[in-house]
Every structure is written in structure tokens, then in C-alpha cells.
Nanobody
Framework: QVRLLESGGGLVQPGGSLRLSCAAFGSILGFTDMGWYRQAPGKQRELVATSTRSGSTNVADSVKGRFTISRDNAKSTVYLQMNSLRPEDTAVYYC???????????WGQGTQVTVSS
């Protein structure tokens, strides 16, 4: 049973920083693509950043230069360092992962990020 456990969300002022973590469990061979998506109220879920197992990344233009995705394959953990946060970054952030050998996408429960003064 694959599980994704997210942590690190919260309330931060504009210009501040947060670091999200997502630990994945339940795949003996580990995980291939891992990443982060977000969904703001009234909007569709959108890609924030993804990383392949080898470290190749895809980052949304809206966060490029402010957010950095990284991962620790030994721990099956993916991180999202968010700097220079803006009110428009407010959303529920979801971790996403694919188990090795599977095309099924797994999702975390989501963690709220609120950017407000």
C-alpha cells in the first residue's frame, strides 16, 4: 500500500519562505517521478514542480526562480523549497508520486499554504 505523507505547510507573510516535505512509503523498488501540485480555491489543480529519479526537473513558469524541488531517493522523499512567497501562491499543495514499474499516480492528503499579511 503506497502512502505519501506531507508536512511543512502553514501561514507565512508575503516574501517569506516555507519548505514542504513528502515521504513516500510502500514501494519496494522506490519511486520514479515525484512532484508537487497545488489547487487554489475555485481553480483547477496545477503542476508546481516535478523531478525524475535521476534529478531532472520541470518547474512551472509561475514559480521558476522562487521554488526549488529536490529529492532524496534513499529516503523516498521529495522537498519543495518555496522562497519569495506571494499571496497568489496560497493553495493546498499535493505531493504526487509514481511507484517504480507502475503508471498509477499516488497523491498525498494535501497541505495548506497560506501567504498573507
Amino acid at each position: 500500500q503506497v502512502r505519501l505523507l506531507e508536512s511543512g505547510g502553514g501561514l507565512v507573510q508575503p516574501g517569506g519562505s516555507l519548505r514542504l516535505s513528502c515521504a513516500a512509503f510502500g514501494s519496494i523498488l522506490g519511486f520514479t517521478d515525484m512532484g508537487w501540485y497545488r489547487q487554489a480555491p475555485g481553480k483547477q489543480r496545477e503542476l508546481v514542480a516535478t523531478s525524475t529519479r535521476s534529478g531532472s526537473t520541470n518547474v512551472a513558469d509561475s514559480v521558476k526562480g522562487r521554488f526549488t524541488i529536490s529529492r532524496d531517493n534513499a529516503k523516498s522523499t521529495v522537498y519543495l523549497q518555496m522562497n519569495s512567497l506571494r499571496p497568489e501562491d496560497t493553495a493546498v499543495y499535493y505531493c504526487n508520486a509514481y511507484a517504480w514499474g507502475s503508471t498509477l499516480a499516488y497523491w498525498g492528503q494535501g497541505t495548506q499554504v497560506t501567504v498573507s499579511s
